[in-house]
């Protein structure tokens, strides 16, 4: 046997018949033979990746928001805190995501356009979730996922669940700041709307970190989330208008336009107004 067949290489083991290998580990087989192109088109496998990894990352997350949400309930922020720093970085990932899907060109997008159907990421079942969980509900959207009884249940209990930012805001109510009884009963279906109440708590922790350093650093990184989340929205729609320009969007709506709007969304509305009147 020479170097070349010997069934040992720099030590690596080789020999995977009797035990778990990486593939088997993180499933490869069913994540590499996931990518189905419709059209004869080269470019539908970008799209196609460029879809399946955001939903991966997205997966992380919500694995990790829910676990945020938990750690705020019960008072445990130092893991909050990490937690919160690691959905930024990947949510920072995302963004730079489009630079990839930028080198689509408008011809290449046309050629692969009449294979997708009415197929759209605003039916993400995941990325609703994630707005949910981020305080930005809206019951219409539950309707899109009728066609999956699982997917809808859980978008409902999320609809009817307060999302991380209602976790903070009751924490501050915890902390012995004054916070509006309506608030901390408010109806969590509803987007979250800014409160005078939840303003000046906040902008009580910001005018003497010192004493609520944790509160403080709670809010500075809610603040780098959304920061995060408003470039990938930003990124989107640009993306978009390379791509298609003002034409409707598979899903239906205006396309850009519609996008544009989702811009104006703000998650942690006190937290951004707090900041002129510093
Ligand atoms: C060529 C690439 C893309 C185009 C032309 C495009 C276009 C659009 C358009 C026009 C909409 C509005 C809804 C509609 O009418 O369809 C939309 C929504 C959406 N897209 Fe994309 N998109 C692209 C890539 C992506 C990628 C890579 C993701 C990653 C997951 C994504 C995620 C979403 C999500 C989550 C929404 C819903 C946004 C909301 O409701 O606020 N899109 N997209």
Redesign the pocket.
């Given at each position: 046997m020479n170097d070349q067949t010997k069934a040992e290489w720099h030590g690596a083991q080789l020999d995977f018949k009797e035990s778990m290998s990486y593939g088997d580990y993180l499933g490869l087989d069913q994540i590499l033979s996931a990518q189905h192109p419709l059209s004869p088109n080269h470019n539908e496998m970008l799209?196609i990746i460029?879809?399946q990894t955001?939903?991966l990352w997205?997966k992380l997350m919500l694995h990790e928001m829910q676990a945020v949400r938990q750690n705020l309930r019960e008072g445990n922020l130092a893991p909050a805190f990490k937690m919160l720093a690691r959905v930024a970085r990947i949510m920072d990932q995302l963004v730079h995501a489009w630079d990839v899907?930028a080198t689509?060109t408008p011809p290449e997008?046309t050629a692969i356009r009449p294979y997708l159907g009415a197929s759209?990421?605003?039916q993400?079942f995941q990325?609703r979730q994630l707005?949910f969980i981020l305080g930005n509900k809206n019951p219409n959207l539950l309707a899109v996922h009728e066609k999956s009884p699982e997917a809808h249940a859980i978008l409902d209990r999320e609809l009817h669940a307060p999302s991380v930012y209602d976790e903070a805001v009751m924490l501050l109510a915890r902390s012995g700041f004054a916070i509006a009884p309506e608030r901390l009963a408010a109806d969590w279906t509803r987007p979250t709307q800014l409160d005078e109440s939840v303003k000046a708590a906040w902008l009580g922790v910001y005018q003497d970190t010192e004493h609520h350093w944790a509160l403080y650093e709670l809010a500075e990184k809610l603040v780098d989330l959304e920061t995060a989340f408003r470039f990938w929205?930003f990124r989107?729609v640009s993306?978009?208008e390379r791509?298609?320009g003002f034409k409707?969007?598979?899903?239906?709506?205006s396309?850009?336009s519609?996008?544009r709007k989702?811009l104006d969304v703000v998650l942690f509305p006190e937290l951004f107004a707090l900041r002129t009147a510093l």
């Open positions: 799209f460029q879809h955001s939903e997205i899907l689509m997008y759209s990421g605003f993400s990325y707005e929205r989107h993306t978009v791509i298609i409707q969007g598979t899903g239906g709506t396309g850009a519609y996008l989702m």
